[in-house]
Each structure stands twice: as C-alpha cells, then as structure tokens.
C-alpha cells in the first residue's frame, strides 16, 4: 500500500509523510512504554508536522493574463528593483511574500510556462521578514516563461526555523499555473518578480493564497 493511500496522509504533502510516521510510531512506542509526557509531546509534534504539510486542492483562475501567488502568506511589500541574478529579467516588480510555521508551505507556479533556469545559492538563516534574507539566506531562484514569452521569475529563501528548500523542477520543464513546484520547510518566504507593466491587484499586508489568489494581471499580447 503506497503511504499517500493512508487516510491520515491523503492531504499531507508527500514530504512529511516520513515525518508524521515517525513520530506517530514513537507516540505509541512511549505510550506503551508508560511515558507519559513523551507520548504526548511526540502525539502533538505528529499533529503539528501534519498541519505543517498539509496541502490542500487549490483551483487556479481560468481568466487569462492572471498571475497567481507562488505562496500562502502575507505580503511583505511590493517594490521596484532590478531583476535577480541570472533571471535575465531588467527593472522589474518585487512581490514579498511571508510564510509563517502555521502557513500550507508548498509553493505553486505563478503562470503556465517554461522552466527556463534553475539556481540554488546556500547561505545563511536570518529571519524570511527581513530585507537581507533575500541577499544572504539559502535560496532557490526558478526562471520561467510564460506562453507569451514573458519572463517570471520566483525565489524561495529559506527562514530563521527553515533548514531545508524542496524544487521538484528543473529547465524544460513546462507547469500549469497554480501546479505545484516545490516547498520549503518550517517557516519562510517567496519573492516573486514580474515584468513592470504587470498590474498589481494586492496590498502590502494582505494574506494570499498559493494557487487561487491573483496577485497581478500580464498585459494582452497581440
């Protein structure tokens, strides 16, 4: 029987699976055990992890143009600033987007497209919220292209709790907008970048959606 067929694992994210075993299996080992406050704290870790990867069906809008967010979470801010390194992309938008240990942590494509780059950089652990954890915290740059030939492009950076970044994708790789394309564990952030003459339709502090919420409009082509 594959794990993702167990009932109590069908809307956890493949990820956490091994962690929600484990310490089920070790909450009952305690228990057996006769060790209570052991049990209890493994019953609720497992409980926890389970929530942390959680991952729910999430239903893109059909509305061409639209550009959904990457990440559950609050938006940061909403800046102007040069493209990141190696997006190939000039002045572009910077939509900030936090993700708290109680967010759904698994991140989707903003636009259906193209891989075109991938670029992990290891680096520190400062909190996701402030400005320099885009600059020197562990990260994962995705470039894509839209079907218009537009480029996006989506950063995750690890946080102050977060040791690990998850990319199921690589170039070539072509993604539905709102498929899933990695996570990022135990609290942490996406920066998202778009062509300037992209619509924003949020604001600083409003709470999003990975997958559902649309986050700006791409102007019509042709």
């Known amino acids: 029987m594959k794990l993702s067929n167990l009932p109590l694992l069908n809307r956890v994210h493949p990820e956490g699976h091994r962690w929600v075993l484990g310490l089920s299996l070790a909450a009952v080992i305690f228990f057996l055990l006769g060790w209570g406050w052991l049990w209890k704290l493994c019953l609720l870790l497992a409980i926890f992890t389970g929530s942390f990867f959680r991952d729910p069906v999430r239903y893109p809008p059909f509305r061409e143009g639209t550009i959904v967010s990457p990440a559950d979470g609050r938006i940061l801010s909403v800046t102007q600033v040069e493209g990141?390194?190696?997006?190939?992309?000039?002045?572009?938008?910077?939509?900030s987007i936090f993700m708290s240990v109680f967010n759904v942590h698994v991140n989707r494509a903003p636009v259906a497209g193209r891989v075109l780059e991938v670029h992990y950089k290891p680096g520190k652990f400062?909190?996701?919220?402030?400005?320099k954890a885009a600059e020197e915290n562990e990260r994962n740059l995705v470039?894509?292209?839209d079907e218009q030939g537009r480029r996006i492009a989506f950063m995750q950076i690890a946080g102050l709790i977060a040791r690990r970044i998850v990319c199921f994708v690589g170039p070539d790789d072509t993604l539905a907008k709102g498929e899933r394309f990695g996570l990022i564990r135990f609290g942490s952030r996406v920066d998202l970048y778009l062509p300037l003459e992209c619509e924003i339709d949020i604001?600083?502090?409003?709470?999003?959606?990975?997958?559902?919420?649309i986050i700006a409009y791409l102007p019509n082509v042709g």
């Open 84 to 95: 990141p390194l190696h997006s190939g992309m000039n002045e572009s938008t910077k939509v």
């Open 126 to 131: 400062f909190s996701a919220n402030l400005d």
């Open 143 to 145: 470039v894509m292209e």
């Open 203 to 213: 604001s600083v502090g409003q709470h999003v959606k990975a997958g559902e919420t």
